[in-house]
């Protein structure tokens, strides 16, 4: 995916900086205090909508959002290309989900530590930045090769998109890293989608599956020559359409 310095690392920043959490790393806690010391304190995430409410969303690719953060279940957003294409996170309804998933999870996992808050950050933050960058792979592909559009069968393959990049990150990536048992909180919340188009994430949970969703979504249009080929379409969109060393995108958080 590339080290370079996207808007998703920029938001992680401002967020944090509004919330200071205690990094062991940065800050040692003194030998004699008690082990439970690096708990998040409960006071943290009062606030924020209940998680239902990011359950269920509209879609978020197309040709017209409003300039404002909308509904707190937006917390991202692709707008076709004009061109170029334009991503946007939304601040206030990412930093509210993340809230909410906090609070949810402690009721289940209460050891929830400052470093493992700042992991769920980080998690969500740039899974909705992926979720983002599959839309714009969708939308330039289709400038490519033509095709058509449909934006509920697209979410459904933004979402498996977000699962098999999750499942793709090394074992000392933030997820890698946080509490098993928080993991599987957190992740189970994030992908129990019950919206429309959402929720069909599941049919392609599996990577060759998805694969060839994306084969027969994006490459209806590829000419016989390629698809009689062992060459797999879906896998080098995946792998190459959202180059960052090549944007055919631009990107802001809102
Ligand atoms: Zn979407």
Known sequence: MGDAMTIADTL???????????????????????????????????????????????????????????????????????????????????????????????????????????????????????????????????????????HWHEEGLAVAHEWHWQKGQAWNSDSGRMHPSLRRIVMHTMFNHRGRGYRDWRQYAVLADFHAAVTAYLGSHVSPTLAGTAFNLGAWLVAHGADEGNKGWEERIL
């Open 12 to 150: 992680i920043k401002n967020i944090l900086a509004d919330h200071p959490l205690r990094s062991r790393d940065m800050d040692p806690v003194p030998p004699d205090s008690a082990p439970l010391d690096d708990l998040l304190d409960p006071d943290f995430f009062l606030d924020g909508p209940d998680i239902e409410v990011f359950l269920d969303r509209a879609p978020d690719s197309g040709e017209d959002f409003p300039e404002e953060p909308g509904p707190w279940s937006v917390l991202g957003t692709y707008h076709h290309m004009a061109s170029p294409g334009l991503i946007t996170l939304y601040r206030r309804n990412i930093e509210a989900y993340w809230m909410s998933l906090l609070r949810h999870a402690r009721r289940q996992f209460p050891f929830i530590t400052h470093q493992d808050a700042e992991r769920m950050l980080r998690l969500v933050t740039h899974s909705v930045y992926q979720h983002e960058r599959f839309h714009y792979l969708c939308d330039f592909s289709r400038q490519l090769l033509g095709g058509q559009f449909d």
